[in-house]
């Protein structure tokens, strides 16, 4: 009890915390929805290609003296595009293009932050996370991103849903089904961004994807999933969080390693209760 009492007496005192610690509750609301929707459609490489894409919209905005997180948006929604559209339409070499717009998008981010003034002193946090630094105008950022995410896809929650379980019955009853696995990317890309602060994008999948993981292996569907997953989102985001700075230690880092040994935990349980069905 150390641990926690230590931390949340910290956050009465430190505003820097409580800015933190709220950070770390939007990701894991926005995750807690979009992430079960990319864990049984199984598009952890597309999501992948898009939070890799965005260092490049970060650099430029960089270089231009813009704020990166809206060049990390940006560009974040047209990878999303670009990804959603080659997984769609084009039907050869689809991995290599993806991997291409992955590739790209990291050169030109490296590329412009080599060519900005105080190159990697700011950017790095993007890579790896920089919690500690979220500011009130950074979180309404977010928050409105989360806000966003979460309005979108309840307005099309049924549509979603069919696409991610059985995408051949969505196209006979006549859903776009294209342009729907491009919007649930576009929603991808939103939680690219608010998760880009917290842990950073190099880290960001893990937090996305293994809280939904971990509640699908509990539960049948996906309404279902969304409470659970989000429940172990913030609880696993908060631990960490108390325990990076209770023990100084990289706070996005520390999170992704409460979530890595959750799923561990979670799998093996998972895997006793079905050995003993």
Request: glycine residues 12%.
């Amino acid at each position: 009890m150390a641990l926690p009492m230590e931390f949340f007496t910290a956050v009465a005192v430190h505003p820097f915390l409580q800015y933190a610690l709220a950070g770390s509750l939007l990701a894991a609301l926005g995750c807690g929805v979009i992430g079960p929707f990319v864990v049984v459609r199984r598009m952890s490489y597309l999501a992948g290609g898009v939070a890799h894409s965005v260092l490049g919209g970060m650099g430029v905005a960089y270089f231009l003296g813009r704020d990166p997180l809206w060049g990390a948006l940006i560009a974040a929604v047209v990878a999303a595009l670009i990804i959603g559209g080659a997984r769609r339409y084009v039907h050869h070499d689809r991995d290599t293009l993806i991997s291409a717009v992955w590739a790209v998008g990291m050169a030109v981010g490296v590329l412009f932050m080599a060519r900005a003034p105080g190159y990697g002193t700011d950017l790095l946090g993007y890579l790896f996370g920089d919690i500690l630094l979220i500011d009130p105008h950074k979180l309404v950022f977010l928050g409105v991103l989360d806000a966003l995410a979460v309005c979108v896809l309840l307005a099309g929650y049924r549509a979603f849903l069919a696409v991610a379980f059985d995408e051949e019955f969505a196209r006979v009853r006549g859903l776009p089904t294209g342009w729907l696995e491009i919007g649930l990317l576009t929603l991808v890309a939103l939680m690219v961004v608010v998760l880009v602060q917290v842990v950073g994008l190099i880290l960001l999948i893990a937090l996305l994807t293994l809280p939904a993981a971990m509640a699908g292996q509990h539960v049948r569907t996906i309404g279902a999933m969304i409470p659970v997953s989000m429940a172990l989102g913030a609880l696993l985001s908060v631990g960490g969080l108390a325990t990076a700075y209770v023990y100084d230690m990289p706070a996005g880092a520390t999170i992704i390693l409460w979530v890595a040994v959750a799923y561990l935990v979670s799998s093996a349980l998972s895997w006793r209760r079905l050995q003993g069905a």
